[in-house]
């Protein structure tokens, strides 16, 4: 469950006012709204990355407004993926374990549960130059989802990928989200991702009359 | 409909205006600018060969003062011997401080907002710009200057407590070279963090790393080009170094003189042969660090 509280937040030029929303726990959320109007600035408070100027943030009924990102048990994916360049496949697969010192057993079931569901295995030793688009999203997705997060924060997932990749990423995420139960939170610009992936659709739109930005929610 | 009016008139008046320059000013026009083409090139080439043959001719007239067996002679006095090791084992030690301080001051500076960060910005510029005797000076004073109200003197307190004397020593040479060699590492490491995208920590960050895993674990091993380069340039700036080695550790024979110091005095008693040889050696030291860097800096900024 992800929840915000009159949450008003501030990045650059662009300010969001006492937006609240809830997403029910397990649920597949879809923000939409056009670009610039700070879809990403509440990705980035809702996992800790940005202060709020006020208001609460709520995940599985617990308030982390003032918790570090570490903490909080939110996963994020960025649009550009920022994986770690240094890194193979498996060890970003790993790499949210190792930073908690879990057990090499542990770990090593982790690796071979994520490789299987997100078709990973033949690529866990590579490194992050030269996969795909699709194995990089997966790749991203792996190390996201090592640690069972609680919420699944996806900035534009499915933009940077060719249309026949497309089909199957839409088809995976839904698929995580129905397997795991992680909340998602999935922001984008297309309708048609919306349609084929949202329990919950929400649109952030202008009110110019009041100058401010507001949340528009349908099911 | 009105914007279509619009274009069309555009076009027309285009159309209009064209068969005037067809017809009589652009075979003009054209040779003027192959003519000022090849001017410029000239010139360009002309302002720009100016600096590579100055360079070129003095390195030439340095091959031609001396003989292989001269050079080989003057490079085996004790003296010079001497002043190659202290060289290199300053060098390297002052190149290992400067990259100690710099990567994290480098970091601080091009991923934190703090107060005053435009202030430490200007701060470590200072030892680039400051005239290197001034630098020497300033070492100096720092070292002997009693501390106001007291008779406290860092250079005696650290001589009597701790049995280290900097002052006219080798550990003078080594501060001296580290007090400008670090500017120039700290610009290196500035470069290569605001190079690499901050996004990948903060991901590391909701994962559950600290800050300071942030940075061990996915900053650093992404910088470790830069961290060679700002060694090198660090390495190479220390041999360059003169004059503030020369007010703060002195240039006592074998024991603080540097190659820089060792060109110094041998011109000074005018021994010319010594002093070219050495000089020599200092090119063929700077040329093997330069390629080291080229090499490096190509792939630095993919």
């Known amino acids: 469950m992800i929840e915000l509280d009159q949450v008003t937040l501030t990045a650059g030029a662009c300010r969001l006012e006492k937006l609240s929303l809830t997403i029910p726990a397990g649920q597949y959320a879809v923000l939409m709204g056009r670009t610039g109007i700070g879809k990403t600035t509440i990705l980035e408070a809702i996992c800790g990355l940005r202060p709020v100027d006020s208001g609460r943030i709520r995940i599985q009924q617990i308030d982390v407004t003032d918790w570090d990102p570490a903490d909080r048990r939110t996963a994020y994916m960025p649009q550009d993926l920022a994986l770690f360049p240094t890194m193979t496949v498996r060890q970003h697969l790993e790499f949210a374990l190792r930073i908690r010192r879990r057990p090499n057993d542990e770990i090593e079931q982790r690796v071979q549960e994520l490789s299987r569901l997100l078709q990973l295995e033949p690529l866990l030793n590579r490194r992050i130059r030269g996969l795909s688009g699709g194995e990089a999203q997966r790749t991203a997705l792996g190390r996201a989802l090592a640690w069972k997060p609680a919420a699944l924060l996806l900035d534009e997932p499915i933009s940077a990928l060719d249309t026949d990749t497309r089909r199957s990423a839409l088809e995976l995420l839904k698929s995580i989200n129905r397997a795991t139960g992680v909340t998602v939170l999935h922001v984008t610009h297309s309708e048609e991702e919306a349609d084929a992936l949202a329990d919950l659709r929400m649109q952030l739109v202008e009110d110019r009359e009041n100058r401010r930005t507001r949340l528009q929610i349908s099911c | 409909m009105i914007r279509q009016t619009e274009q069309g008139m555009a076009k027309s008046a285009a159309a209009d205006s064209l068969p005037n320059v067809r017809g009589g000013v652009t075979p003009v026009l054209s040779r003027a600018r192959r003519l000022w083409d090849v001017a410029f090139l000239l010139i360009m080439t002309g302002l720009a060969g100016s600096f590579v043959l100055l360079i070129v001719l003095l390195l030439l007239a340095d091959l031609l003062f001396t003989s292989f067996s001269a050079f080989t002679t003057a490079l085996q006095q004790p003296e010079i011997l001497a002043a190659f090791q202290l060289t290199m084992k300053t060098c390297t030690a002052a190149a290992v401080l400067s990259v100690w301080a710099a990567v994290p001051l480098g970091y601080m500076l091009s991923r934190y907002s703090f107060p005053g960060r435009q202030l430490i910005d200007v701060i470590v510029d200072i030892p680039i710009v400051l005239p290197p005797l001034v630098l020497g000076l300033s070492l100096l004073i720092l070292f002997h ?152 800096g190509a792939g630095l900024s993919t």
């Open chain 2, 145 to 296: 200057q009693p501390l106001p109200g007291t008779s406290w003197v860092l250079d005696r307190w650290l001589q009597e407590r701790l049995g280290f004397a900097v002052t006219y020593r080798w550990p003078a040479v080594v501060l001296a070279q580290f007090a400008v060699a670090c500017a120039f590492a700290v610009r290196t490491m500035r470069v290569t963090f605001d190079q690499i995208h901050p996004r990948a920590e903060q991901v590391a960050r909701t994962l559950g790393c600290s800050r300071a895993q942030a940075f061990l674990l996915i900053a650093l091993p992404q910088a470790w080009r830069g961290i060679i380069t700002a060694f090198t340039i660090a390495w190479a700036r220390s041999l360059g170094e003169f004059g503030p080695i020369l007010v703060f550790a002195g240039a006592t024979r074998q024991r603080t003189e540097v190659l820089s110091t060792s060109v110094f005095l041998e011109l000074s008693v005018g021994q010319l042969d010594a002093a070219v040889a050495v000089s020599l050696l200092m090119v063929a030291m700077a040329v093997v660090v330069l390629v080291i860097l080229r090499s490096l």
